[in-house]
């Protein structure tokens, strides 16, 4: 039971261009809702997050939208570069509980 | 500070052969997880722990123990590897819960 949808699979950007990457959950008891970049042979590393009582949060050409009623939320990269290039994962939880339940990764190609 | 190491980075096992992982955090993290990483599923959580003695189970946590006698070290232990355990582990730790988690480098384990 998957309870975070992420897509696309994969997505290739002209340099320049905006990335976006969709993720959607079933739980609504979720409310935290962080991003992972990861780069090859190293372990993710938190990009940005979000809680419910916001509908975005903006951190340089990184932003998260939220829409809570559609239980969905997803990331905009701004401007996007090719050292942008990695695999991104969404992930949600209960804020306060350990249990990150992630989406399965996009991996973002961003081409000259 | 060194964050999250893990050794060893890269191990095969034989069907049967038991091996632990081990994790370490020098930031005094009170929260340490455990997650495998499979291609197009994402990071399962394994197991967890809140503080020293105290651990408990994730989404995926047969076939692995753990156990947390200091707040510095969280091993994983695999007692009798299958070919199902064929993975990219990462441990990650938080200052506490609700805190982001920081992953550490991964192991990539290959069991034959």
């Known amino acids: 039971q998957q309870q975070v949808k992420q897509s696309p699979q994969s997505l290739i950007v002209q340099k ?16 935290y809702f962080p991003w992972y970049q990861q780069f090859p042979g190293k372990g993710p590393a938190l990009l940005i997050a979000i809680r419910p009582d916001v509908s975005e949060k903006k951190e340089g050409r ?13 990331l905009h990269i701004m401007d996007s570069q090719p050292g942008d290039s ?24 961003i081409i000259p | 500070n060194a964050g999250v190491t893990q050794t060893p980075k890269f191990q095969v ?10 994790c370490a955090q020098d930031m005094n993290h009170e929260y340490m997880s455990w997650y495998r990483q499979d291609p197009g599923m994402g990071l399962r959580l394994i197991h967890y722990s809140v503080g020293a003695g105290i651990t408990d189970q994730g989404e995926v946590p047969n076939g ?10 969280f091993p994983l232990r695999l007692l009798s590897a299958a070919p199902s355990q064929t993975s990219v582990y990462f441990c990650a730790s938080a200052l506490a819960s609700g805190r982001p988690q920081y992953f550490g480098p991964g192991t990539r384990l290959l069991v034959l």
């Open chain 1, 62 to 74: 990184f932003t998260i939208s939220f829409n809570k009623s559609a239980k969905q939320f997803s």
């Open chain 1, 86 to 109: 990695a695999t991104y994962f969404c992930a949600a939880a209960n804020f306060g509980n350990e249990k990150l339940t992630f989406g399965t990764g996009t991996r973002l190609t």
């Open chain 2, 64 to 73: 692995y123990n753990v156990s947390r006698s200091t707040t510095e070290d």
């Open chain 1, 16 to 31: 320049g261009g905006i990335s976006i990457i969709n993720c959607a959950y079933e739980n609504t008891a979720f409310d």
């Open chain 2, 13 to 22: 096992l034989k069907t049967g052969q038991s091996m632990t992982l081990q």
